[in-house]
């Protein structure tokens, strides 16, 4: 008897044993809380593999860890397609095939549709196409606000305003994070120019930091909940921001609740000691110079901050390896919502489908910037010959601006795209002019006599993502437009009045030359559809609908970030120098790194139209503005009561009615103004956008709710936002400048 129980308990503690073998260990099993998991996998973890996991391992890829199982990170490039497929240890392209992209339109495009449909769209193609490419960080969105018209970057931003910035952001990173590909949303923070960028000091007052810097991260994290941020190249009061404490301890994990990780930028880290506890999790490209700078050659990646140096410091017990633990949870989250989410869909890469989705948002923000005479659309029955001029007819504008430049299966040049709509043979092209200096271009003359010639002439200028004009590590250094392309403008508006010039950039320029021509138009940074996108609607086909997300300065002074001198940009050395010098001499990023160069940002809040509505000054085009080929007319505009109580909300509507001839589309804004601040407040600033599809004599109403968070401020003393009793004025209208009705009510 004995032995029979003896036996059973034999079998039973075999059989526990082998469960036990068997059993899928909790950081692998997907029904397990996500905590939990990254709790067990930590747990199971070297300090070896945690310090492996915290830095990378090539150009685009860190390790998981291979013992258990644990997929790599592998990022890309980002924003605005997939970057091809680079070397081991370089940027240079590794010549793979199989990774020709579909290029969907800047951020620029994207914000100036004023639609969160479109943002959506733009997630989940470019998600599927990163997921089909393995990759699980994608190096974007950028809301990084736009200060000045010469950051070079600005075309991978959102705008000017915080508001429009955050709204649009958000569908964007939700829909790409649906595809098990995290958005990793930079320049975390304050990474407003490209002019010294490694090595700019910024101080900003802390209400402009709320109010203005940091709203499209916050709703990035809060309600997009993107699962990686990426930490800017810039310094803020004297600390890297990729290891800031105050930006990534305090604010983006102490009051955002941040549970992704955080990226640096490739070569932004500086510190082991600040890496390890200012928040920094993951680091990428050090010595981005294609390792040069560490002699060690090989094995440069076990000598970044967060490597050998930071190993040396936990081991002699100088640092806390509870910090690290920290580092790995972040990663070991980013990587069981990616790679090792077994539900994930398998994405899809370069079909017809995202191409179509890719148009489909170039032609929704494309900008009717000015149509006199409706000299647009030009409609192809109307004209046998056209004359287009301009070299960015014939440029692809997918290639150059530093680290979004893509490998693109095709790109439809404008020129093409207006061919495909007219026909080949109603066209005529000429240069005009060239980025090339060396390059002849036809005379002044020459250009003059064709136009006459023709029913109409459309020019294609701008800036084109060379060094200096609209591209990476580099500012502009004119707010004019480029290769004497202004007096190309005018001789073609003395021979035919019936002109359209298109612009193609991320940026404002100077148009000196806007009252003599009839017809403007902001093309952007488009994609691969950008012909057909451009084609279609400078033929009518569609009925343009964007909005501008950044005001069109008349002049540079008139932006308030160039209003103070150099302190205010680029920026001054601790001395006092301007060292425009160095720049102009085109010093490698590593001599840059030895200054430090002190920037404030003097004109506070007042950014954009914020700034001109102050001084009221008139931008040659203002926030928010964009024509259509119909009109429409606002009407009837009520509140649902004059007065509200702090917490309460008050509803605000219009009628909108399409009073032309075709179907169009208005971004219909709402402005607040807090009429009686006890603080100094814009004029008015945006609070609430809608953009509405209307036919012929159809009409809607539009109705926004204004609740506290439309009438805050941010009180830095007090680091907490605050609403003032008195009178505000709400507006509705096209634009910023173009307010069609206004009503007053109460906050008691
Ligand atoms: C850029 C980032 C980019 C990274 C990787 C950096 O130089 O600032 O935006 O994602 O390189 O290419």
Redesign the pocket.
Known sequence: MRNIYRLIAVAVCLLAASCGRNATPVYLDDRKPLEKRVEDALSRMTLDEKIAMIHAQSKFSSPGVPRLGIPEVWCT??PHGIREEVFWDEWKGAGWTNDLCTAFPALTCLAASWDPEMSAIYGKAIGEEARYRNKNVL?GPGVNIYRTPLNGRNFEYMGEDPYLASVMVVPYIQNVQKQGVATCV??FALNNQEFHRHDVDVTVSDRALYEIYLPAFKAAVEEGKAWSI?GS?NLWDGEHCCHNHRLLVDILRGEWNFDGAVIS???GVSDTRQSLENGLDLEF?TW?DGLARNSGGSDAYNNYYMANPLKRMIESGEGDEAKVDDKVRNILRLIFRTTMDRNRPYGSFATEEHAEVSRRIAENGIVLLKNDNEVLPLLPDSVSKILVVGENATRKMTKGG??SSLKVKYEVLPLDGLKNVYGEEKIIYMKGYSSDADEKVETLDELKAAAAECDAVLFFGGLNKKKTQDS?GRDRLEFGLPYGQDAVIEALSEANPRLAAVIISGNAVAMDWAAKVPAIVEGWYLGSEAGNALANVLSGKVNPSGKLPFTYYAKLEDCGAHAFGEESYPGITPAGDTDAAIYAADIPTEQMAKKIFKQRYCEDIFVGYRWTDLYNLEPTFPFGHGLSYTTFEYSNMRLDKNSMRANGRIKVSADIRNTGKVRGAEVVQLYVGDNEASVERPIRELKGFRKVFLDPNEKTTVEFVIDRSALQYFDAEQHCWMVETGTFTASIGSSSRDLRCKAEFELR
Do not use: R
Request: charge should be negative.
């Open positions: 490039d980002g190096l930079k320049h990426m190249y930028d490739w070569g490209g981005t530093g680290s990476e």
